[in-house]
C-alpha cells in the first residue's frame, strides 16, 4: 500500500519570503500523480499543484513550485513571496495512474507573519 | 466548472437519529464520488468509493450499515449516518471525478460538520 509523509506538523514563514514543505511517499509503481492541496480554516480543499511522475521537469504554478526527486520519492513544495492568504494546512497527496482515491498524507500547517 | 456542493455545512443531531449528506456535481457528471472523514487537526480519510448505480466500496473498518451510501444519479451522492452517536461526531467530504479532467486533481465539496449531542 502507499503511504504519504509530511515530516513537519508546523512552519512559519514571514510574509514575502519562501518556505519548502516536505513530502515523501512509498510506492512500487512507476506511474503516478502527486498532489499539493491547500486546506484553509474554511476547510474547502483546494488543489495547489499537481506533478505526473512521468515528467521530468518540476510542476509550477505561479509562486508555488515543487522539487519532484522520483528516485528519492520525494516530493517538497516551495511558496515563494509568501502571503497571508497562503497559511493554511497543506496536505500532500498521491495518487496511482489508473487509480481514483488518494492516499493524503498528514498535513504540515503553515503560519505567515506579518 | 468542475464545482462540487456538498450540503448541509453543518448539521446537529440527536444521538440516535439519522443524517443525510448530499454531494452534488453541479456543471459535469461524476460516475465516481468519495466519502472521506476528517478528525480534527487530522488528515483525510476515504470512507467510501460511490459508483453511480452500483453498489459503494467501502474501506477496511468502515461500517456498511452505518454509513450507507447512495449514488443513484450522475450527478447526486449521498451519505446516511444511521443512528448516529457521539463518536460519529466529524467533518465529511466529499469529492468526484469530472470524467474530462480524471488526470487533475479532483473537486472536493466544502465539506459538513456533524456534531451528534
Known amino acids: 500500500a502507499q503511504t504519504v509523509t509530511q515530516s513537519q506538523p508546523e512552519m512559519s514563514v514571514q510574509e514575502a519570503e519562501t518556505v519548502t514543505l516536505s513530502c515523501t511517499y512509498d510506492?512500487?509503481?512507476?506511474?503516478?500523480?502527486l498532489f499539493w492541496y491547500k486546506q484553509p480554516p474554511s476547510r474547502q480543499m483546494i488543489l495547489v499543484i499537481r506533478q505526473e511522475a512521468y515528467k521530468q521537469q518540476n510542476a509550477t504554478e505561479n509562486r508555488f513550485s515543487v522539487n519532484f526527486q522520483k528516485a528519492a520519492k520525494s516530493f517538497s513544495l516551495k511558496i515563494s513571496d509568501s502571503q497571508l492568504g497562503d497559511a493554511a494546512m497543506y496536505f500532500c497527496a498521491y495518487r496511482n495512474y489508473y487509480g481514483q482515491n488518494f492516499v493524503f498524507g498528514p498535513g504540515t500547517r503553515l503560519s505567515v507573519l506579518p | 466548472g468542475a464545482v462540487v456542493s456538498q450540503h448541509p455545512s453543518r448539521v446537529i443531531c440527536k444521538s440516535g437519529t439519522s443524517v443525510k449528506i448530499e454531494c452534488r456535481s453541479l456543471d459535469f457528471q461524476a460516475t465516481t464520488m468519495f466519502w472521506y472523514r476528517q478528525f480534527p487537526k487530522q488528515s483525510l480519510m476515504l470512507m467510501a468509493t460511490s459508483n453511480e448505480g452500483s453498489k459503494a466500496t467501502y474501506e477496511q473498518g468502515v461500517e456498511k450499515d452505518k454509513f450507507l451510501i447512495n449514488h443513484a444519479s450522475l450527478t447526486l451522492s449521498t451519505l446516511t449516518v444511521t443512528s448516529a452517536h457521539p463518536e460519529d461526531s466529524s467533518f465529511y467530504i466529499c469529492?468526484?471525478?469530472?470524467?474530462?479532467?480524471?488526470?487533475?486533481?479532483?473537486?472536493f465539496g466544502s465539506g459538513t460538520r456533524l456534531t451528534v449531542v
Open positions: 469529492s468526484a471525478i469530472p470524467e474530462t479532467q480524471s488526470a487533475y486533481g479532483y473537486t
Open positions: 510506492t512500487s509503481e512507476s506511474d503516478y500523480y
